[in-house]
């Protein structure tokens, strides 16, 4: 598959000035929808894991914060006990992807 973006090698030679064109951090005003998309998220999550598996969903990040400036993410921590098979990689229908450890 071909990409536009430049390879690695490339990417660490460029300046930080070069990597912010092709990279641009975009900051936006606090929204009062981000709390009722952490929710909404947060219950599609349990309903694909199972709330037995989940010992905390937690709204983490910037968006989590009344009144901050915030890159438009919703970010998600889910905590299962150690010994919880939860899944490998999430159902495709949930459109999530998996960041941390797996088995």
Known sequence: MSSS????????????????????????????????????????????????????????GSTAVPGLNAKPTIDILMEVSPDSFVFETPPPATGMRLYGDAP
């Open 5 to 60: 973006l430049p390879d690695e090698a490339v990417l660490s030679r460029m300046s930080h000035e070069e990597l912010w064109r092709l990279f641009p951090i975009i900051l936006s005003g606090s929204r009062e929808e981000w709390t009722d998309l952490y929710y909404r998220e947060r219950d599609l999550l349990a309903k694909a894991v199972g709330h037995t598996r989940i010992a905390r969903i937690s709204h983490i």
